[in-house]
Structures are given as structure tokens and as C-alpha cells.
């Protein structure tokens, strides 16, 4: 019955962020789904190789998922269960919305969805309550995504089921003071334990973390195992290259030999010092690594 309702609710689904379901069939003991193919796997995967990811790539990859929440909601639709896993890359490094396994239509007015269903440490507080599932389940769940991105962990985490509920229904997760001040506050917002006080997806797009974070146009396959240079960090460096270069010029140092790669930065919101003033490699706009005498 759960797979004809998947069969039925994504069959009717055509955005460009969402899987597609390219059509179904059976025999006597199956129903078989035939979906997109997404080659990259998913951002938990890519999670797992490169332990977290900078505020440039999830802002990246948040872009492209709330663009198909939107759609799904827009449809009347809960996903339900949103999480790493069922986000998946294509070899362009485009994200789609997977596993509409457990997603249902909003539940008429007056009526509520009160089934516990999900994943354990994804589950909104009303959920856990079982006052029902609606958009904003799907809003507290994209903010335990957005936060297990950025730290290599989920916010919630216990070793007993009821411990770990009860950091849940008390949003009592830890707070990484590596994470930029507007990436704080987005999770605080988005982890309200009240579904009214959380945003609106509009909301969580016109918030200071999106409109005021450098955001990649988009990213290299690489990206799916190494940490990315982005241009944005490397321009700061380069500007000091130059000024250390007209220093030591001045004073007859020789040049360095070119072609040497930026050290990679770790963190989104900066970049670390040129351990070596003279040299001038650079990224391109094509995230391609040039060099210059």
C-alpha cells in the first residue's frame, strides 16, 4: 500500500530538484519504481568522505533542495522524511529531492497525519508528540540537515531513544563555535521547538545567511571528496601575494617557481595566510587551476 501511495504522489512530481519517477512496474511479490539516475550518490555520502562542508557549499547545495521543498509543499505535499541520505548529486552536481516513501498530502483541515514515522534523530518535536505532521516537520528536518552538514553530526544525539527525545522536544544540541554568526541563527530559527515560530521557506532564503555569504555558481565533481577553493577565498590571498611581491621585488628576492596550489581552506567564512608570499596560482571563474610568471 506505502509504495502505490509513492507510486501515485510521485508520479504526478516534474521539477528539476525532485528525482524523477520515470514509470512503474510489477510482478506477483514487487512493485518496481524506475527512477533518475543520480551518480554522485548523496550529500551523506559526500558527507562521510569529507567529514563536514563549508558554508559555501551548503549554501550551494540548501539552494537547490529548498527549491524543491517549495515545489513538494507547493503541491500540497510533507515529504516527511527529509534528511542527507535522500538528497542526492547528479554528475552535474545538481541536488534532487529523493524517497518519497513516506511523503502524504497535508491533512485536511481539521484532521491531522499523527503517525510516528521518519528518522529518529531528524523528528520534529510535534512529530514526537504526535501532533501531527506538516510543513514546518519538513523545515525542522531541513534544519538538522543543514546543521550535520556544517559539523560532521547531527544536532540531536543520545544514547537512549527517550534521552535523545528529549534533547529534541528541549532543542538541546550543541552549539560549534566554528559556524558563522548567520548560520547559528538560521538553525536556532529553524529548530524552534514551536512549528509556528519556525520560517517559512521564503523566510530561510531572505535570511543573512543566504543574501550575505558568498555563494558558488556552482561546483566541481571534486568537490564530492577534497574541499573546493573557491574564488571568493582566494582573491584576499592574491592581494597579499601581490603587495608581498612589489616588497620583496624591491629588494631583489627571486621569483618562485608558479604553479603551486592555494593551501585549501577548511572553513567558508575565511581563508588562512599565504605560507609563501611569492606565489601567484589562482582559480578562475571555471574552477580552473592557472598559473603566471
Request: some cysteine.
Amino acid at each position: 500500500m506505502q509504495v502505490e501511495r509513492e507510486q501515485e504522489l510521485h508520479g504526478r512530481l516534474h521539477h528539476r530538484h525532485i528525482v524523477c519517477l520515470h514509470g512503474h512496474f510489477s510482478d506477483q511479490r514487487h512493485v518496481y519504481l524506475l527512477l533518475e539516475y543520480c551518480s554522485r550518490r548523496s550529500l551523506a555520502d559526500i558527507l562521510w568522505a569529507r567529514g563536514r562542508l563549508t558554508e559555501p557549499e551548503v549554501r550551494y547545495y540548501l539552494l537547490q533542495v529548498i527549491s524543491g521543498l517549495r515545489y513538494l509543499h507547493g503541491q500540497g505535499i510533507v515529504h516527511r522524511d527529509l534528511k542527507l541520505s535522500n538528497f542526492l548529486v547528479t554528475k552535474k552536481m545538481q541536488v534532487k529531492i529523493g524517497d518519497l516513501g513516506l511523503a502524504r498530502l497535508k491533512a485536511p483541515a481539521g484532521q491531522r497525519w499523527g503517525a510516528l514515522c521518519g528518522t529518529p534523530s531528524f523528528l520534529a518535536p510535534e512529530v514526537l508528540d504526535r501532533k501531527g505532521h506538516g510543513v514546518p516537520a519538513d523545515v525542522w528536518a531541513l534544519g538538522c540537515a543543514m546543521y550535520m552538514a556544517l559539523t560532521g553530526s547531527p544536532p540531536f544525539e543520545a544514547a537512549q531513544r527517550q534521552e535523545l527525545y528529549c534533547h529534541i522536544r528541549a532543542a538541546r544540541y550543541p552549539q560549534p563555535s566554528r559556524l558563522s554568526a548567520h548560520a547559528q541563527a538560521l538553525i536556532a530559527h529553524l529548530l524552534a521547538p514551536e512549528p509556528a515560530a519556525r520560517p517559512s521557506l521564503q523566510d530561510v532564503l531572505d535570511h543573512g545567511f543566504f543574501t550575505q555569504g558568498f555563494t558558488p555558481q556552482r561546483l566541481p565533481p571534486r568537490a564530492c571528496h577534497s574541499v573546493p577553493i573557491f574564488l571568493a577565498q582566494a582573491l584576499p590571498c592574491r592581494l597579499r601575494q601581490r603587495l608581498c611581491q612589489e616588497h620583496q621585488g624591491a629588494r631583489g628576492a627571486r621569483r618562485c617557481h608558479p604553479g603551486t596550489p592555494l593551501p585549501r581552506h577548511h572553513e567558508g567564512a575565511g581563508h588562512e595566510p599565504c605560507k609563501h608570499p611569492l606565489r601567484k596560482t589562482f582559480i578562475s571563474v571555471r574552477n580552473c587551476l592557472k598559473s603566471s610568471h
